[in-house]
């Protein structure tokens, strides 16, 4: 099970002309604002990443809205930890358990989660809140994942798996998100 002190949110490359061809992608921003939100709510901290952001856009406004005051790490490289910024960023969090959503599943996505699964992280992808232009993509990655030793999850459940259950103080806020999450 997954703890608020323990776990991250890494949210990767949800950046304007790329999102925009997603499969889904109205899904996808969706249940990526009610992941931000929640961990926000729960002071869980998050990252997010763009990927060469001078050619492919900058963070949607949906989801960079909710992140004011944060600086996306740019990046070059597909895996997250191909960046030094990243790695610093991700060692100072000092968590173990991180939460993955963001695009494109099958590059930048499945290659970060194979380096957070070899240095001994515990990862949940959110199958619900990560997306390929095609969807055999996704699901060739989402499998693939799942067998290096990742869990795939979905928006619901992880934001209920934090809270545990109704007695959670910020229960009514996270409900709400829960409800707004896209079937």
């Given at each position: 099970m997954y703890e608020i002190t323990k776990c991250?949110?890494?949210?990767?490359?949800?950046?304007g002309k790329l999102a925009?061809?997603?499969?889904?992608s109205g899904r996808l921003t969706g249940n990526i604002q009610a992941l931000v939100r929640a961990a926000q709510i729960l002071k869980v901290p998050i990252?997010?990443?763009?990927?060469?952001?001078?050619?492919?856009?900058?963070?949607?406004?949906?989801?960079?809205?909710?992140?004011?005051?944060?600086?996306p790490v740019r990046k070059s490289?597909?895996?997250?930890?191909?960046?030094?910024?990243f790695a610093q960023k991700w060692a100072a969090l000092d968590r173990s358990q991180?939460?993955?959503?963001?695009?494109?599943?099958h590059v930048c996505v499945y290659?970060?989660?194979?380096?957070l699964l070899s240095r001994k992280f515990e990862v949940q992808i959110v199958a619900d809140a990560v997306?390929?232009?095609s969807p055999d993509n996704k699901a060739v990655a989402l499998d693939l994942v799942k067998s290096l030793g990742a869990v795939v999850t979905t928006t619901e459940m992880i934001i209920c798996e934090l809270i545990r259950g109704?007695?959670?103080?910020?229960?009514?806020?996270?409900?709400?998100?829960?409800?707004s999450c896209k079937k």
């Open positions: 991250a949110l890494l949210v990767i490359d949800v950046q925009a061809v997603m499969a889904e990252i997010h990443t763009e990927q060469v952001p001078e050619k492919i856009g900058r963070t949607i406004p949906a989801i960079d809205g909710l992140l004011k005051g944060q600086d490289s597909f895996s997250c930890f191909g960046s030094k910024e991180v939460i993955v959503a963001g695009i494109e599943t290659q970060t989660v194979a380096d997306s390929s232009r109704a007695d959670h103080e910020d229960f009514k806020d996270i409900i709400a998100l829960v409800k």
